[in-house]
């Protein structure tokens, strides 16, 4: 639709949403940016967590434009290491772990991440 309308766009995605959004930066040339809180990946019944981790993690790589990867730090260590692990498979992947967990983030303090890394 941005791409019709003309323009660019930046994307934020959270838990699932992350990766979708993600993809859609590596198969959109309107997309700038990305902000991924916390990907995660759910999963469908009878399918491999470490082999459709491993694939997804894989396919970041044609994904060419900076992405800002957040995670709570009380959320886990599973979701901190998953979203450090997305970080460092984007060639511009950068990581910040925001006090709290997905569910007790300040708004302000996403707010803010989100708001320095658009600038």
Known sequence: MVQ???GSASLYGFASGAFLALRAAEESAVITRVVALEPTLTL???EDELLLLQTELEGLGGVRVPVLVLAGSTSGDEAQDLA???ADALDEGEFQLL???TAS????ALAD???SFLR
């Open 4 to 6: 019709v309308a003309g």
């Open 44 to 46: 469908d019944e009878g």
């Open 84 to 86: 450090r692990r997305a």
């Open 99 to 101: 006090e709290g967990d």
């Open 105 to 108: 983030v300040p708004d302000a």
């Open 113 to 115: 991440a989100i708001k």
